[in-house]
């Protein structure tokens, strides 16, 4: 487990999809993007989630980059900014046929807390998963940080009777520390009925509930499946020989 967070910045994704093409688009960014940006931006996938409609926006994907720093992010917009599209020209092809799957989206630059896994420490560790709860909590200004500390010393404990492992908590860069996110393995989706129906009536849970909505200003949370080649599906980053010919 990393002791310090400023060498680590991620890249959140809400993706909106066309038509039926979520398990296209999940194929294409993990399989024909992930291995070249290894190379390329020492960017790891984190993970790629399809979004459960019955608890949230679809069709919709939600991806999450790994990356060497805020300083290393730069270096990849750096690379990523040029030409006349404001893209890497050798992605050229790439983007258009992303564009085939995919019609927008929503993303942010998280910063995880000081006690956060990697996601390989988390791979090395074992850590595995399939589904998934991802927590998006507004807070007050400057509280985030704390509001950090207290899920990992009161929602980490509270949940952890029925399977839920925190894997992800971060606060949201480039706002005023008033959000985070959390996100949990859960093995297997009765572990969220089970938590979701206790949550009124587990002392432990309501318990952070409480001492969280002393700055909490808004709290939503959706479940996530992990794509083919999402890291906690697999254990490993995704590799060459997943690529598919998506070049004409």
């Not at 998963?129 to 899920?151: K, Q, T, V, Y």
């Not at 969280?212 to 697999?234: Q, V």
């Amino acid at each position: 487990m990393t002791d310090g967070h400023n060498d680590r910045a991620y890249i959140h994704e809400f993706i909106d999809i066309r038509g039926a093409h979520r398990a296209d688009y999940m194929q294409h960014m993990a399989a024909n993007w992930s291995p070249g940006a290894q190379e390329d931006r020492n960017q790891l996938l984190f993970g790629m989630w399809a979004v459960l409609g019955s608890t949230g926006p679809w069709p919709q994907v939600c991806n999450i980059w790994e990356e060497p720093g805020l300083h290393g992010l730069a270096r990849s917009f750096t690379g990523e900014a040029t030409g006349a599209g404001l893209q890497d020209p050798k992605l050229e092809r790439w983007w258009k046929k992303a564009a085939d799957f995919r019609r927008g989206g929503f993303d942010r630059i998280l910063l995880p807390a000081p006690w956060m896994p990697t996601i390989t420490d988390s791979l090395q560790a074992g850590v595995r998963g399939e589904e998934f709860a991802h927590e998006l909590i507004r807070c007050g200004a400057g509280s985030a940080p704390d509001l950090l500390d207290l899920a990992r010393a009161a929602a980490q404990p509270a949940y952890q009777p029925y399977g839920w492992q925190l894997v992800g908590a971060w606060t949201t860069a480039m706002r005023d520390d008033d959000e985070i996110i959390l996100l949990w393995s859960l093995p297997h989706w009765e572990a969220w009925a089970d938590a979701e129906t206790a949550q009124r009536g587990d002392k432990a849970i309501l318990l952070w509930r409480e001492q969280a909505r002393s700055t909490a200003t808004d709290w939503h949370r959706i479940l996530l499946a992990a794509a083919p080649l999402c890291p906690f599906r697999t254990g490993r980053q995704p590799q060459r020989s997943d690529q598919t010919d998506w070049k004409d």
